[in-house]
Antibody, heavy 127, light 110 residues
Framework: EVQLVESGGGLVQSGGSLRLSCAAS????????MHWVRQAPGKGLVWVSR????????SYADSVRGRFTVSRDTAKNTVYLQMNSLRGEDTAVYFC????????????????????WGQGTMVTVSS | QSALTQPASVSGSPGQSITISCTGT?????????VSWYQQHPDKAPKLMIY???NRPSGISIRFSGSKSGNTASLTISGLQAEDEADYYC??????????FGTGTKVTVL
């Protein structure tokens, strides 16, 4: 079964750090872009970060650049989000998601559409 | 990285069709065909409904369709059903290798 399972959320004080994990199973981990998306309570979805299969390409939203670091361990099929200097506005459910691939005639590309999502892990930053 | 603009709410009666718009710029919606749509029920993870503007993943009802014109993408739900009541979000790849979501639309089935 293809699935993503997040862990590592919890309550942390403002200025603190937390590391989220996203364990993947059921698919070839190294050929997919993996993303982090967050959702503050009662609010909409916000894209946070992405990392390519071999970890060679990484991007961040402006709101977290310099504070968050995404990485992956291909041996463990796991993506991580290291969150430092946390603020109240970082309080949210954090989802990891896989970007699907579209293949035609032997050529494949990422669709930048998230076909597999984890269940989410809640991060609460207290002041 | 400003959020794409969606109407806050759209409603319709069972059997009717509704359309949700998603307006961005030439740097995101207008500049790429990597526009996708998600359905989210309360306390659930989002579910992919449309990818690359108009493609439906396996298992998604043909009642859901997508299109794009200029900087605005649209999701149409035909034959509205009670289970379609949910929040809907668009998303687009954006220049500088980032991604952006829409503000979200609450669909109510009257």
């Amino acid at each position: 079964e293809v699935q993503l399972v997040e862990s590592g959320g919890g309550l942390v004080q403002s200025g603190g750090s937390l590391r989220l994990s996203c364990a993947a199973s059921g698919f070839t981990f190294t050929i997919y872009w993996m993303h982090w998306v967050r959702q503050a309570p009662g609010k909409g979805l916000v894209w946070v970060s992405r990392i390519y299969g071999d970890g060679s390409s990484i991007s961040y939203a402006d709101s977290v650049r310099g504070r968050f670091t995404v990485s992956r361990d291909t041996a463990k099929n796991t993506v991580y989000l290291q969150m430092n200097s946390l603020r109240g506005e970082d309080t949210a459910v954090y989802f990891c998601a896989r970007a699907s691939r579209n293949c035609s005639g032997g050529n494949c590309h990422s669709t930048d559409a998230f076909d597999i999502w984890g269940q989410g892990t809640m991060v609460t930053v207290s002041s | 990285q400003s959020a794409l603009t969606q109407p806050a709410s759209v409603s319709g009666s069972p059997g009717q069709s509704i359309t949700i718009s998603c307006t961005g710029t030439s740097s995101d919606v207008g500049g790429h065909d990597f526009v996708s749509w998600y359905q989210q029920h309360p306390d659930k993870a989002p579910k992919l409904m449309i990818y690359e503007v108009s493609n439906r993943p396996s298992g998604i009802s043909i009642r859901f369709s997508g299109s794009k014109s200029g900087n605005t993408a649209s999701l149409t739900i035909s034959g509205l059903q009670a289970e379609d009541e949910a929040d809907y979000y668009c998303s687009s790849y954006s220049s500088s290798n980032t991604q952006v979501f829409g503000t979200g639309t609450k669909v109510t089935v009257l």
